[in-house]
């Protein structure tokens, strides 16, 4: 661990990584802590539970060897070794991962503590070319060894390659800092909306009745903009989450004296924020005027109101919203007042470039063709192939073609004769491509790896059509289709486990929502905090029922939800009616003597999204 070795090379294949004990000062590398990843020399340094990998030197992934892993019964693991890491990633995101081809599909991979699994099961898939995958986890306390694990699910499984292992540091984590447009409203002009303010010191405006309330062109959360008239120029925001807040203000201003100056800014109720200098050469000179004002808050806010501010030294202010053409408008925009984890994920669904392929035309449809052209990419558990060919003399022969090497996976397309997999066209001799004279649907009837061409017709099955009905000698064939492949699969997207995650084993997507409602004696009651906008509201009905409104879209079945009173003398809650996705009723009473009463309480909610 004491050497340095300085190397240069073009960009590589795949993610390169540092060999355990090596250090790269300058360089983009994290350090790796697989004491052998890539079997360059031997296979030592990994534990395994039975003799299933061999150094492979025929055609390695990475040139000089690769790891060649042949399970003989399920269960059998192979483990890669690991140094300590180091004392710095204590309590930080760690990223376990390789880079394998072949069908892996029979195995699955995980990380390791010692002997305490950690992540859930990453399945491995058949592959045609190299693929990388990795897995995320917290590097932990490290009182145990990280390592990752390969393990094989049935005694059928293949032979497939590994290379480049890699535990460290997450390479695939990255801190983002993305700005939320809460939302706008502006005030509707009318004939006698003015506000105006005499005074030298910063402060409200005076109420006009004449003024409407705000009218919200748009509201895409975090937080909800009311609605209420309060005859002042604010904004009135609740449920918003903590982060740095933006607030824009456009209107238009005048002063009453000829040139005065005046200022305009933007108070939360507690902090004054921004600015714009209001200087008239004459009397009632309007001008236009943009506030730009900025707020902080380390915790969520309940309600929170933005209202525009004046002073003026020598005059009056006022703001002018009696104009159709400049109306009153407010925006919100929100930063996260620390940044957020964005996870960059690499194993979901295969897909690789499109290459140059062997599509067989029947000779007995199309004659000698020429200038074939066919290429296809994988998507998932599917190849989709495109071509083009001239046909030679046309006969009566069966319109098919062969793609030898791939088998069709019957299980997922419909029967013989009704599985329409793509399109094809002709074009007569010269003609461009898009000028066809004839389409038609790409079928499979039979065979693994046969497809055929029919025209159009009045059944619901799709016949043989011959190649000279289709076109003439000289016509060009154009199709393209996609088909189901035996061994592919689409792999679902591991959740990635990072610090503070929170995990279920649900086989679906769960949310967690939490709030604080003060103490409620009448309806509604007021909610003193809560993650995001997921209620609505909370409504009393009598003394003790409670009511939790969900805004729509947060759960898609009904949660189960705790709440917790705060309260000494042994108030509990109980469910009242059946759940449901839009609301959750509960009593608060007294656990001794069975006594309805109001209370003040937490909730904690958890059910599928």
């Known amino acids: 661990m004491g ?6 090379s073009c960009a590589p294949a795949y993610p390169a990584f540092v060999r355990e004990g090596t250090s790269l ?14 079997a360059d020399k031997n296979i030592g340094n990994i534990t395994v539970s039975a003799a299933i990998i061999t150094r492979n030197t025929t055609t390695p992934l990475q040139a000089p060897a690769d790891f060649s892993i042949d399970a003989t ?8 070794d690991t140094v300590t890491l180091d004392k710095s990633l204590k309590g930080q995101n760690c990223e376990a991962k390789l880079v394998f081809t072949g069908d892996a599909s029979l195995y699955k991979a995980y990380v390791e503590q010692g002997s305490t699994k950690v992540t859930t099961d990453l399945q491995l898939t058949n592959e045609t070319s190299s693929r990388p995958v990795s897995i995320n986890f917290p590097c932990g306390d490290l009182t145990s060894n990280s390592h990752l694990v390969v393990e094989s699910t049935s005694a059928s499984a293949a032979a497939f390659k590994v290379d480049q292992v890699y ?19 502006y005030y509707a002009t009318t004939a006698s909306c003015t506000w105006s303010r ?8 005076a109420t006009t009745a004449a003024c409407p309330g705000p009218t919200i062109e748009l509201n895409p959360g975090p937080g909800v903009i009311q609605t209420t008239d309060a005859d002042l120029p604010r904004l009135t925001v609740t449920n918003i989450p903590s982060g740095q807040y933006r607030v824009v203000v456009s209107l238009s201003a005048y002063n009453n004296a000829a040139g005065a100056t005046s200022n305009l800014s933007v108070s939360d109720g507690t902090t004054t924020s921004g600015q714009c200098i209001v200087s008239s050469s004459a009397a009632s000179e309007s001008g236009t005027c943009q506030i730009e004002a900025n707020f902080s808050y380390t915790s969520d806010q309940a309600t929170k109101t933005f209202e525009v501010y004046g002073a003026s030294t020598s005059s009056t ?105 793509g399109t094809w066209e002709t074009m007569a001799s010269g003609a461009a491509y898009g000028s066809g004279n004839r389409v038609g649907a790409v079928f499979w009837n039979s065979g693994t790896s046969t497809f055929n061409m029919s025209s159009s017709g009045s059944t ?20 393209e289709f996609s088909f189901p492949v035996v061994g592919w699969s ?41 993650s995001g906008t997921w209620l609505s509201s909370v409504t009393r009905a009598s003394t003790g029922w409670y009511t939790l409104n969900f805004n729509t879209g947060i759960f898609s079945g009904a949660p189960v939800c705790s709440f917790t009173v705060k309260d000494t003398n042994n108030l509990v809650f109980q469910q009242n009616t059946s759940a449901s996705s839009s609301s959750y009723q509960v009593k608060s009473h007294r656990g001794s003597t069975g006594t309805i009463e109001d209370s003040e309480f937490t909730v904690m909610c958890m059910g599928p999204r």
């Open 25 to 38: 000062p300058g360089m983009n590398y994290s350090r790796n802590f697989v004491i052998n990843p890539e």
């Open 460 to 479: 619901d099955t799709f016949g043989l059509t011959a190649g000279s009905a289709l076109a003439t000698t000289g016509d060009g064939v154009a199709f």
């Open 3 to 8: 050497f340095i070795f300085t190397f240069y």
């Open 73 to 80: 019964a399920s269960g059998q693991t192979v483990k890669f």
């Open 167 to 185: 535990t460290g540091l997450a390479t695939n984590l990255s801190n983002v800092a993305q700005a939320q447009f809460v939302g706008s409203a």
């Open 317 to 421: 202010i006022n703001i002018h919203n009696s104009n159709s053409l400049a109306k009153t408008r407010m925006s919100l925009y929100r930063y996260p007042s620390s940044a957020e984890i964005a996870v960059s994920i690499n194993s979901g669904p295969s897909t690789t470039d499109w290459t140059s392929i062997t599509v067989t035309p029947a000779s007995g449809a199309f004659g000698t063709v020429t200038n074939g052209s066919y290429f296809a990419r994988r998507v998932g558990d599917s190849l989709q192939v495109r071509g083009y060919f001239k046909a030679g003399t046309t006969a009566a022969g069966a319109a098919t073609f062969d793609l030898s090497g791939y088998s069709v996976d019957t299980a997922k397309i419909q029967a013989a004769g009704k599985a329409n997999l």
């Open 490 to 530: 689409s792999p679902t997207i591991n959740v990635p486990i990072i610090v503070g995650s929170v995990t279920s084993n649900s086989s679906g997507a769960e949310r967690v929502e939490r709030a604080l409602v003060t103490f409620c004696a009448s309806s509604p009651c007021t909610i003193a905090s809560q």
């Open 198 to 205: 005499t005074n030298a010191a910063m402060g409200a405006f």
